[in-house]
């Protein structure tokens, strides 16, 4: 009788077993299956993901920024606003220098170098806005033949024009792309407040107009450990202590550094020296005799400017224009660089010098704004891509932290690749 029990018993646990191993493979392929499902559909709408994008401005910036909406795939529509018309954008003759690292990033969002005018030097590529801004919307132009993109030169960003925007065309993103006197910000209601901070270094610029000279880009001029004579002010080449072993006055070079760039009909000089309080540097910065500047940029330029180019006279003298001392070098970024629009469900980032100035020009200004860019498609892609709100706030937390990022490194180290070196 047990050994009956016992089989029957044997067979109940066998049966259970097998059902319980069936229901765990049953639900784990359930399981794999809604898996599978989910990602699939996750994928799907990932892929499909498509929202509409508006840049405000058409600078340098503004048109990279487009570039990179384009690039990333996620833009159903692309509108570009600028104030300025055609015309007025093209003919600007400043010179900019793209340096290696924003050569590189160009490269990748489509810009040939090699059709465009200009010339290179030490990695660098040196050309005019106007023909760089030209080339960039040549770029968009082609890219019209497969993505929706309208071009509105002469149309400013007002409020009233924010207000004419339906509902089912409202852009997802914007980028304000405006300049540090752009209106863009204020419209969207955005915080103008700056966070002011020292790059640790003095500085003084100047510019020469010389109108026979011609207006093409040029390599920029370098000189280091530079030094000035400034004796005929009471400011003698030595400092007031004594070098102990050989007891003789030792002269310690102030480590100023020069550049000369622009094209040859409007020249541009920076001056620039490590943050110091030395005879010299303290002289400069507080003296009220507007034309020892003068003289010092007016000497190096004649040292240093390049070969084919006239020297600077005291005819021509008048055409040169400088701050009359040095003064502290300064970065301004906004304490709000990016920001959620609740109702409208518009998520905006502010780029460039909309976001961030330098109060010395160093002629690689352009770069700071596209360091920024760096971080732009990915944002777009994870805004084109967010499920909730969440998302949304995540990707514009990531842009934030990308964006101070940008402003503390070029504090840090800025003047010491575009100055320094």
């Known amino acids: 009788m047990s ?34 499902v989910k990602v699939s559909l996750d994928g799907i709408r990932q892929w499909r993901a498509r929202i509409p994008v ?9 048109l990279t920024a487009a570039l990179v909406a384009v690039r990333s795939g996620k833009v159903l529509k692309l509108t570009l606003l600028d104030e300025r018309n055609r015309t007025s ?87 304000v792309a405006d300049g540090s006197y752009g209106e863009s910000c204020s419209v969207l209601g955005i915080s103008s407040d700056y966070i002011v901070e020292s790059c640790n270094a003095y500085g003084v610029n100047a510019t020469i107009e010389r109108l026979d000279q011609r207006q093409v880009p040029t390599p920029e001029i370098r000189a280091h450990g530079l030094y ?18 050989s007891s003789q006055h030792t002269s310690v070079k102030p480590g100023f550094h020069l550049k000369i ?11 620039a020296c490590p943050a110091s309080d030395n005879k010299v540097v303290r002289f400069l910065r507080h003296t009220t005799n507007s034309s020892i500047m003068k003289n010092i940029f007016h000497q190096s330029f004649n040292a240093y400017k390049s070969d084919i180019e006239p020297r600077m006279n005291d005819l021509t003298l008048h055409h040169l224009q400088c701050s009359r001392r040095l003064f502290e070098i300064m970065l301004s970024h906004r304490r709000i660089n990016a920001a959620y629009i609740e109702g409208d ?26 360091r920024g860019l760096e971080s732009l498609e990915k944002f777009i892609y994870r805004i ?9 706030l995540e990707a514009l937390s990531s842009k934030i932290q990308h964006s101070k990022h940008v402003a503390e490194n070029f504090r840090q180290t800025g003047l010491l690749s575009t100055m320094f070196e």
């Open 345 to 370: 469900n518009i998520a905006v980032t502010i780029e460039g010098e909309a976001a961030r100035v330098l109060n010395f020009d160093t002629g690689c200004g352009v770069n700071l704004g596209l």
């Open 384 to 392: 084109a891509t967010a499920l909730d709100q969440n998302d949304v």
């Open 54 to 62: 508006l840049v405000v401005g058409s600078g340098p910036v503004g």
């Open 3 to 36: 050994n009956t029990e016992d089989y029957f018993n044997g067979s109940i646990e066998e049966k259970y077993a097998t059902l319980a191993y069936d229901t765990i493979l049953s639900t784990l392929f359930a399981v794999l299956v809604y898996v599978v």
């Open 89 to 175: 954008l093209l003919c600007r003759p400043q010179q900019i220098a793209l340096d290696p690292r924003s050569v590189k990033f160009l490269l990748r969002l489509g810009v040939d170098f090699d059709n465009m005018e200009g010339c290179w030097h030490n990695d660098h590529f040196f050309t005019k806005i106007g023909v760089f801004q030209e080339h960039l919307l040549s770029i968009l132009e082609q890219k019209k033949r497969r993505i929706d993109i309208n071009i509105s030169l002469g149309t400013k960003f007002t409020e009233e024009y924010f207000r004419r925007i339906t509902s089912s065309e409202c852009p997802r993103i914007i980028v």
């Open 228 to 245: 000035f004579d400034l004796s005929a002010y009471g400011i003698d080449f030595f400092l007031e202590g004594k070098d102990v072993q």
């Open 261 to 271: 760039y622009g094209t040859f009909r409007n020249r541009y000089l920076a001056l």
